[in-house]
């Protein structure tokens, strides 16, 4: 069974930096894309950036030379370094991937969710 795994959200002050962290686990035949979605208060879910295998990478225009999402394949991880934060970018930020399992195929698969919160 393939799971999702997230970690480094909080509380950080308008002008700071947070770093997110995304591991797969599980029976991982091939990880495809990767990448990060946020659903503020009474928003939608919308894709915040994502990046292929081949390393090429989409961004929101709201976080386009702010953050920066990375993977790192041996650790089946990917990241999102968020800088300059701003109060509209508190969200819980889900992370999300299209991973071809061993047992069941390709599947696309969320992880739970990690509060951000951008506050003074």
């Known amino acids: 069974q393939v799971q999702l795994v997230e970690s480094g959200g909080g509380l950080v002050q308008p002008g700071g930096s947070l770093r997110l962290s995304c591991a797969a686990s599980?029976?991982?035949?091939?990880?495809?894309?990767m990448g990060w979605y946020r659903q503020g208060p009474g928003k939608e879910r919308d894709l915040v950036a994502r990046?292929?295998?081949?390393?090429?990478?989409n961004y929101a225009d709201s976080v386009k030379g702010r953050f920066t999402i990375s993977r790192d394949n041996a650790k089946n991880t990917v990241y999102l370094q968020m800088n300059s934060l701003k109060p509209e970018d508190t969200a819980v930020y889900y992370c999300n991937a299209d991973i071809i399992d061993s047992y069941v195929g390709g599947h696309n698969y969320w992880g739970q969710g990690t509060q951000v919160t951008v506050s003074s």
């Open positions: 990046i292929f295998s081949s390393g090429n990478t």
């Open positions: 599980g029976s991982i035949f091939r990880l495809n894309v």
